[in-house]
């Protein structure tokens, strides 16, 4: 069965430093979304991307971040410089279509900012 | 309530019960989805029902629909004790990011 896969499953990085978060999404899919869940709180949507851009984003994925599609497989979540509160769990998702149907999650980086 | 706040925040029962979850938002809705995430792992669709829907159903698992009420409920009958999780409900209108709701943390006691 196709998945969704995040890569590493666990970072951890000093305070200031940059970080890349990565992702494979499905492949016949043309939607990607990062979403973070910080510990013990709910999930929180940071960006959707379509068609090789944004297409929406949240007053979390604020200038620090970005996203890239270098290649045709990888989606990748860019933080340039971390702060503790960014410590969180990093999902990659991607749909086929939108409009809200069936997302896919990846398992999920558990990034840790020291 | 806030925007997806499900009810209750935590649940145990018995093995072979039903549980029943509830979802309540404030917006209106393209469709409603839950998912399960077992701990420190991914999140796993489960059901999504649309907003012109008012009951689905996919194998142990019933959800049901009140635009109305602007509320959702999801109930597994039969429990198992691999069903023990985090369960979310999930909305979308007019575009395709998932807002979720607080969850409810479901423990099954064998």
């Avoid at chain 1, 990565?22 to 991307?49: A, D, T």
């Avoid at chain 1, 279509?97 to 840790?112: P, V």
Wanted: hydrophobic share 30%; net charge negative.
């Amino acid at each position: 069965e196709p998945e969704v896969t995040q890569t590493p499953s666990h970072q951890v990085t000093q305070m200031g430093q940059e970080v890349i978060l990565r992702c494979v999404p499905i492949s016949n899919h043309l939607y990607f979304y990062w979403y973070r869940q910080i510990l013990g709180q709910k999930v929180e949507f940071l960006v959707s991307f379509y068609n090789n851009e944004i297409s929406e984003k949240s007053e979390i994925f604020d200038d620090q971040f970005s996203v890239e599609r270098p290649d045709g497989s990888n989606f990748t979540l860019k933080i340039r410089s971390t702060k503790l509160e960014d410590s969180a769990m990093y999902f990659c998702a991607s749909s086929a279509w939108t409009g809200g149907t069936e997302a896919f999650f990846g398992q999920g980086t558990r990034l840790t900012v020291v | 309530s806030q925007q997806g706040e499900e009810d209750p925040q935590a649940l145990s029962i018995q093995e072979g019960e039903n549980a029943t979850m509830n979802c309540s938002y404030k917006t209106s809705i393209n469709n409603l989805q839950w998912y399960r995430q077992n701990s420190g792992r991914g999140l796993v669709h489960l059901i999504l029902i649309r907003s012109n829907e008012r009951e689905k159903h996919s194998g142990r698992l019933r959800v049901t629909l009140d635009t109305s009420k602007k509320s959702s409920s999801l109930l597994i009958t039969a429990s198992r004790a691999a069903d023990t999780a985090s369960y979310f409900c999930a909305e979308t209108f007019g575009n395709e990011k998932l807002t979720f709701g607080t969850g409810t943390r479901l423990t099954i006691i064998p």
